[in-house]
């Protein structure tokens, strides 16, 4: 079956899908993205990611392509033409295709991607099970990460060392030594305290879709947690580490720069965190 995109008003195999060269999410990066969880055929969370989507194109002042009820057919047919039960749907708007030139183009229509794809859940499974290794890098990204913006680039080259070290994530880390987020997730610890501590919200990190729902998930267990910036040295000494994000819900980290996080092994709350999960989030 010929995977199916979705670009600017039709559906079609990805092969023959297109944009244009003078796109300025291809030339300045100047878009957004979101990516949502796709669970037994549903969308996870579509309320919390349309409205962090909204935030975005408002920040750029970039004009919605078309109405939330309208994008939220195209997500759907798009899951199914694809015929996704378990996966992703990712939705990409970007300032549209213009004459190249920095400053906003009047009059140009933003471009509107849509695809989907499955997820193998076994080896997810796997890696919530064994856990993760995360190594850290310099935090060199823009001054704006708060806005989920397709300029990957930082994360991209995090990811990659990571990958090259052997590890699944990259931890980024502001010049105070003090960890802003994942290449692509965000980062939590439980402190020697027992207390769980995440980053608060701020314009140096994403304010992550899975985050708020596993606040939620910690209030509704009676945990403790403590929303401020933790050291790397912090991190070395936690009980317990884990990542959140949309396509991976909760994952356990055990290993930082290739130091065992606690006795090695994935930690409770990690675990009592990511079985929960679904049971708070909004699926649609
Ligand atoms: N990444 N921080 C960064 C830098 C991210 O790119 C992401 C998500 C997150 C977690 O956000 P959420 O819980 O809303 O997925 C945090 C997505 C999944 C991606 O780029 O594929």
């Known amino acids: 079956m010929s995977r199916i995109a979705y670009v600017n008003g039709r559906y079609l195999p990805r092969e023959r899908a297109k944009i244009s060269v003078e796109d300025r999410g291809f030339q300045f990066a100047d878009g957004v993205y979101e990516v949502c969880e796709v669970r037994e055929g549903s969308i996870v969370d579509e309320r919390r990611h349309m409205a962090r989507l909204d935030r975005s194109l408002n920040a750029l002042h970039i004009a919605r392509p078309m109405s939330p009820a309208a994008l939220a057919v195209?997500?759907?047919?798009?899951?199914?033409?694809?015929?996704?039960?378990?996966?992703?749907?990712?939705?990409?708007i970007t300032r549209g295709a213009a004459r190249r030139d920095f400053p906003f183009p009047a009059n140009t229509k933003p471009?509107?991607?849509?695809?989907?794809?499955?997820?193998?859940?076994?080896?997810?499974?796997?890696?919530?099970?064994?856990?993760?290794?995360?190594?850290?890098?310099?935090?060199?990204?823009?001054?704006?990460?708060?806005?989920?913006?397709?300029?990957?680039?930082?994360?991209?080259?995090?990811?990659?060392?990571?990958?090259?070290?052997?590890?699944?994530?990259?931890?980024?880390?502001?010049?105070?030594?003090?960890?802003?987020?994942?290449?692509s997730s965000n980062a939590w610890i439980v402190a020697r305290?027992?207390?769980?501590?995440?980053?608060?919200?701020?314009?140096?990190?994403?304010?992550?879709?899975?985050?708020?729902?596993?606040?939620?998930?910690?209030?509704a267990?009676?945990?403790?947690?403590?929303?401020?910036?933790?050291?790397?040295?912090?991190?070395?000494?936690?009980?317990?580490?884990?990542?959140?994000?949309?396509s991976q819900i909760v994952l356990p980290v055990v290993r930082i720069d290739g130091?065992?996080?606690?006795?090695?092994?994935?930690?409770?709350?990690?675990?009592?965190l990511r079985r929960d999960y679904h049971r708070h989030a909004e699926i649609s």
């Open 74 to 92: 195209v997500m759907r047919e798009t899951i199914a033409r694809n015929r996704v039960r378990d996966g992703i749907v990712y939705v990409e």
């Open 111 to 183: 471009t509107l991607v849509v695809t989907a794809r499955g997820n193998d859940l076994s080896r997810l499974e796997q890696l919530a099970a064994d856990g993760v290794a995360v190594v850290t890098v310099p935090d060199i990204r823009w001054g704006r990460v708060d806005i989920k913006t397709v300029a990957l680039l930082p994360n991209v080259l995090a990811k990659q060392q990571a990958r090259e070290q052997g590890a699944r994530e990259a931890w980024l880390v502001d010049e105070q030594g003090r960890i802003t987020e994942g290449a």
């Open 259 to 272: 130091r065992p996080v606690g006795n090695g092994a994935p930690g409770l709350i990690a675990a009592a």
């Open 221 to 246: 267990q009676g945990l403790a947690v403590e929303e401020r910036a933790f050291t790397l040295e912090e991190a070395y000494a936690a009980r317990e580490a884990f990542i959140t994000s949309a």
């Open 193 to 219: 305290d027992g207390k769980i501590v995440t980053r608060p919200l701020g314009q140096d990190i994403l304010p992550g879709i899975t985050r708020s729902v596993v606040l939620d998930v910690i209030k």
